[in-house]
């Protein structure tokens, strides 16, 4: 018969050697995790290169062109624009001139009070006036006493209506308005008093010098209806000879406040989402197409100091946490190194994978896609080498978590790969039937592809890259399962690791070790039997690992082959031990342990195969020599050392060693009761499981309490279902039976 060999359990490496290896692999994938998001994109890539030399703005594109990375860039002429929409809306602010509104009433005041006095012929007027272009000074010394009193009595009043409604510089008013603007807010009156709400005047309803006779011809023509010699355009002169501008452009406080508005607005920030077409085919080209071109050529890493330091801070970190909840979950595995230093490696590997995947999207401009990520192989690989999906998803996580800051990713991309590796962990289970793993790798397809359409709709995407994304997840998967499928049994060769292939593979599958202890010990043979199915579906109600423990059952007494017939299940009338002394008895029982073990590696079994086989009695006394020996010893007065009779192994250290130890003794126990009942057997299991805590064997097996209560429900239902009844058939219809006509 064609049997495929292992590799036999090699001797455990130096523990120096392990850590150093794993120091260097850590040291390592810090590394490859901080330079691989560097290099992706250290250039925008041969086809996007081609491109700006292929193509001019007004051609024709013969291709799509998508953006290979999210970007963002500032639009300037948009926050120009912007820019100069909030300056607008700062319109003039003037301001009543406390200086020029009294200068002005005193001119208007010394002004009256000169030409009152009936000797201004022979008075000087002293004011500081600008030169009399007007003959202001001539015209009035032509008007008679009663012209002149009128025309300064209009004076006084119309002085005092400008200098109110405030007069204007028309230079001011015409900065303004060739400026574009059209209101201006007055902030104080004639008084100083500051006006509570601002309210928008017109530009135009200014009065200024220019302006003044129109502004003032309702009002001049009163006093022409009132006095038929009165002159508006002396008045107007003399008004412009006496009254200055008291309303000023407050040009400082306008200047300022409109920088405010230029600061308040924000740089418009247009953001390219990794994905998005920026060309279509047998579209023209236009200057704000190339231009985007431009831009995502020279996106490409301008990480600051400060964002490299975060970015190293956050990958150590992940990592850290990572390797934390891993040593949490495997800190009391034999292998822990070796799975340590597998699962460094694989994420080693898996970030050579990424930089080759996303430097090829980068240099052919192929949109790039969060199903290309080749994330699933290491925390497939690992949670079958393992048999622990925790593990997977501990890698599944740090992978994740270094995807998200590859320079086409974001923060959705770690929920999308969490969400995949968790999806594909589910589905890949252990199957007997072959027809299984296609069902397995086809739902597996289908939840990841209905999760990747519901997470990229969450993040905005629409449906026209849908193709390439579900087909990328198909693929991705598809390729992963090959590889891990081609990788594990390498591995379990070449490490002997208990993967529960191998382990289906030895309890279905028989060795030679256990076809000659079938031939020579029959009774061992099927002992070791149900203890397997015993321990089986104790280690199953308590979720350890049940095919371990059901190879430890069948393999646990292979040393037994060498002197079956000094064991009672292989015996019959004759007892070899009566003929012998109870010393010579425990030598031939103890050494069955050794022998076992011996065979074990012989056969290759794994190393934790071998530890059940080597802890299944654990240091524990042969009680039936012991007390014989005892017998005897007092008897003829001696004293009997109890090592002497004690098991030379060490007590069970994992579980699965330890629900082995304790279905090897309820089975054989269960052998002695007499008229068997489901009470005598749940007595029976309570008295061996108590015994072994007396005895402290149970006390490295890390079972708690909780756990020993489900071993032994499973225990009891195991017994009761081993040895049920049968009806007893009447002679007469077992006769016919026996005579039954066979259908063919």
Same mark, same amino acid.
């Given at each position: 018969?064609?049997?495929?060999?292992?590799?036999?359990?090699?001797?455990?490496?130096?523990?120096?050697? #392990?850590?150093?290896?794993?120091?260097?692999?850590?040291?390592?994938?810090?590394?490859?995790?901080m330079v691989v998001p560097l290099v992706v994109t250290r250039n925008p890539g041969t086809a996007l290169r081609t491109f700006e030399s292929r193509y001019e703005v007004g051609s024709l594109a013969n291709e799509d062109v998508f953006a290979f990375s999210s970007f963002e860039y500032v639009d300037g002429e948009k926050t120009e624009r912007l820019v100069a929409e909030a300056v607008a809306k700062v319109i003039p602010y003037f301001s009543y001139s406390?200086?020029?509104?009294?200068? $002005?009433?005193?001119?208007?005041?010394?002004?009256?009070?000169?030409?009152?006095?009936?000797?201004?012929?022979?008075?000087?007027?002293?004011?500081?006036?600008?030169?009399?272009?007007?003959?202001?000074?001539?015209?009035?010394?032509?008007?008679?006493?009663?012209?002149?009193?009128?025309?300064? *009595?209009?004076?006084?009043?119309?002085?005092?209506?400008?200098? #109110? &409604?405030?007069?204007?510089?028309?230079?001011?008013?015409?900065?303004?308005?060739?400026?574009?603007?059209?209101?201006?807010?007055?902030?104080?009156?004639?008084?100083?008093?500051?006006? =509570?709400?601002?309210?928008?005047? $017109?530009?135009?309803?200014?009065?200024?010098?220019?302006?003044?006779?129109?502004?003032?011809?309702?009002?001049?023509?009163?006093?022409?209806?009132?006095?038929?010699? !009165?002159?508006?355009?002396?008045?107007?002169?003399?008004?412009?000879?006496?009254?200055?501008?008291?309303?000023?452009?407050?040009?400082?406080?306008?200047?300022?406040?409109?920088?405010?508005?230029?600061?308040?607005?924000?740089?418009?920030?247009? =953001?390219?989402?990794?994905?998005? &077409?920026?060309?279509?085919?047998?579209?023209?080209?236009?200057?704000?197409?190339?231009?985007?071109?431009?831009?995502?050529?020279?996106?490409?890493?301008?990480?600051?100091?400060?964002?490299?330091?975060?970015?190293?801070?956050?990958?150590?970190?992940?990592?850290?946490?990572?390797?934390?909840?891993?040593?949490?979950?495997? &800190?009391?595995?034999?292998?822990?190194?070796?799975?340590?230093?597998?699962?460094?490696?694989?994420?080693?590997?898996?970030?050579?994978?990424?930089?080759?995947?996303?430097?090829?999207?980068?240099?052919?401009?192929?949109?790039?896609?969060?199903?290309?990520?080749?994330?699933?192989?290491?925390?497939?690989?690992? $949670?079958?080498?393992? =048999?622990?999906?925790?593990?997977?998803?501990?890698?599944? !996580?740090?992978?994740?978590?270094?995807?998200?800051?590859?320079?086409?990713?974001?923060?959705?991309?770690?929920?999308?790969?969490?969400?995949?590796?968790? =999806?594909?962990?589910?589905?890949?289970?252990?199957?007997?039937?072959?027809?299984?793993?296609?069902?397995?790798?086809?739902?597996?397809?289908?939840?990841?592809?209905?999760?990747?359409?519901?997470?990229?709709?969450?993040?905005?995407?629409?449906?026209?890259?849908?193709?390439?994304?579900?087909?990328?997840?198909?693929?991705?998967? $598809?390729?992963?399962?090959?590889?891990?499928?081609?990788?594990?049994?390498?591995?379990?060769?070449?490490?002997?690791?208990?993967?529960?292939?191998?382990?289906?593979?030895?309890?279905?599958?028989?060795?030679?070790?256990?076809?000659?202890?079938?031939?020579?010990?029959?009774?061992?043979?099927?002992?070791?039997?149900?203890?397997?199915?015993?321990?089986?579906?104790?280690? &199953?109600?308590?979720?350890?690992?049940?095919?371990?423990?059901?190879?430890?059952?069948?393999?646990?007494?292979?040393?037994?082959?060498?002197?079956?017939?000094? @064991?009672?299940?292989?015996?019959?009338?004759?007892?070899?031990?009566?003929?012998?002394?109870?010393?010579?008895?425990?030598?031939?029982?103890?050494?069955?342990?050794?022998?076992?073990?011996?065979?074990?590696?012989?056969?290759?079994?794994?190393?934790?195969?071998?530890?059940?086989?080597?802890?299944?009695?654990?240091?524990?006394?042969?009680?039936?020599? @012991?007390?014989?020996?005892?017998?005897?010893?007092?008897?003829?007065?001696?004293?009997?050392?109890?090592?002497?009779?004690?098991?030379?192994?060490?007590?069970?250290?994992?579980?699965?060693?330890?629900?082995?130890?304790?279905?090897?003794?309820?089975? *054989? *126990?269960?052998?002695?009761?007499?008229?068997?009942?489901?009470?005598?057997?749940?007595?029976?299991?309570?008295?061996?499981?108590?015994?072994?805590?007396?005895?402290?064997?149970?006390?490295?097996?890390?079972?708690?309490?909780?756990?020993?209560?489900?071993?032994?429900?499973?225990?009891?239902?195991?017994?009761?279902?081993?040895?049920?009844?049968?009806?007893?058939?009447?002679?007469?219809?077992?006769?016919?039976?026996?005579?039954?006509?066979?259908?063919?």
């Amino acid at each position: 018969m064609n049997k495929k060999t292992y590799r036999r359990e090699a001797s455990p490496q130096n523990p120096t050697r #392990q850590k150093s290896l794993a120091i260097g692999l850590i040291a390592l994938l810090l590394v490859s995790a901080m330079v691989v998001p560097l290099v992706v994109t250290r250039n925008p890539g041969t086809a996007l290169r081609t491109f700006e030399s292929r193509y001019e703005v007004g051609s024709l594109a013969n291709e799509d062109v998508f953006a290979f990375s999210s970007f963002e860039y500032v639009d300037g002429e948009k926050t120009e624009r912007l820019v100069a929409e909030a300056v607008a809306k700062v319109i003039p602010y003037f301001s009543y001139s406390l200086h020029a509104t009294s200068a $002005s009433v005193l001119r208007v005041q010394k002004f009256i009070e000169y030409w009152k006095n009936e000797n201004n012929g022979l008075q000087t007027l002293d004011l500081a006036l600008p030169a009399d272009s007007a003959n202001v000074l001539a015209r009035f010394r032509e008007l008679d006493s009663d012209e002149r009193s009128f025309m300064l *009595a209009a004076l006084e009043e119309t002085s005092e209506l400008v200098l #109110q &409604k405030g007069l204007f510089s028309s230079d001011d008013i015409q900065k303004n308005l060739q400026s574009g603007y059209e209101n201006f807010y007055l902030e104080n009156s004639i008084s100083m008093d500051k006006v =509570t709400s601002l309210v928008a005047q $017109s530009l135009d309803s200014a009065m200024t010098f220019q302006t003044m006779q129109e502004n003032l011809a309702f009002w001049l023509a009163a006093y022409t209806n009132a006095h038929s010699s !009165f002159q508006p355009l002396l008045l107007l002169d003399t008004l412009s000879l006496l009254v200055e501008s008291n309303v000023q452009y407050n040009e400082a406080k306008t200047l300022h406040l409109r920088e405010l508005a230029k600061a308040e607005v924000k740089p418009q920030i247009v =953001t390219i989402q990794r994905g998005q &077409k920026i060309i279509a085919k047998d579209s023209v080209i236009t200057s704000e197409q190339m231009a985007l071109i431009t831009r995502m050529s020279d996106s490409a890493f301008d990480y600051t100091v400060l964002e490299l330091i975060g970015r190293f801070v956050f990958v150590v970190l992940a990592t850290g946490a990572g390797l934390l909840v891993f040593h949490q979950f495997l &800190k009391h595995e034999k292998r822990y190194y070796l799975y340590l230093n597998l699962l460094l490696a694989s994420l080693v590997v898996t970030l050579g994978l990424l930089y080759l995947v996303a430097h090829w999207t980068t240099q052919n401009s192929v949109q790039f896609i969060d199903s290309f990520l080749p994330v699933l192989f290491a925390p497939i690989f690992l $949670s079958q080498i393992t =048999t622990k999906k925790r593990v997977g998803l501990v890698s599944g !996580f740090i992978l994740s978590c270094y995807a998200m800051i590859l320079p086409y990713s974001n923060s959705m991309t770690f929920f999308f790969t969490m969400t995949t590796v968790g =999806t594909c962990l589910y589905f890949f289970q252990f199957t007997i039937k072959r027809l299984d793993e296609i069902f397995n790798w086809f739902y597996a397809c289908l939840v990841s592809c209905f999760m990747a359409i519901a997470l990229n709709l969450l993040n905005g995407f629409s449906f026209n890259g849908v193709g390439a994304l579900l087909g990328g997840l198909v693929i991705n998967i $598809s390729l992963s399962v090959v590889f891990v499928a081609a990788l594990v049994p390498l591995c379990e060769q070449l490490f002997n690791i208990p993967t529960i292939y191998r382990l289906s593979e030895l309890a279905l599958a028989e060795s030679p070790a256990l076809e000659r202890l079938a031939v020579v010990a029959q009774g061992t043979y099927t002992h070791s039997r149900y203890v397997a199915d015993i321990a089986y579906t104790a280690a &199953k109600a308590i979720g350890a690992n049940a095919m371990l423990a059901r190879v430890g059952g069948m393999y646990h007494d292979i040393g037994k082959s060498d002197h079956p017939e000094y @064991f009672i299940e292989n015996q019959g009338v004759e007892n070899k031990h009566d003929e012998i002394k109870p010393s010579l008895s425990v030598a031939i029982i103890k050494s069955h342990v050794k022998l076992g073990v011996e065979k074990g590696r012989e056969a290759g079994l794994p190393q934790e195969v071998l530890d059940i086989i080597a802890q299944h009695h654990g240091n524990d006394v042969i009680q039936f020599f @012991f007390h014989e020996a005892k017998e005897q010893a007092q008897a003829l007065g001696l004293d009997v050392n109890e090592d002497d009779y004690s098991y030379a192994g060490i007590r069970p250290s994992t579980p699965e060693a330890a629900i082995v130890m304790l279905a090897d003794c309820v089975e *054989a *126990a269960s052998r002695t009761l007499k008229k068997a009942t489901p009470s005598k057997y749940e007595k029976l299991i309570h008295t061996v499981i108590m015994g072994k805590i007396a005895r402290d064997q149970l006390k490295d097996s890390l079972l708690s309490l909780t756990d020993l209560d489900l071993i032994s429900a499973s225990f009891l239902q195991s017994l009761v279902g081993r040895d049920h009844h049968r009806i007893e058939y009447p002679d007469d219809a077992t006769d016919t039976i026996s005579k039954a006509p066979v259908k063919g």
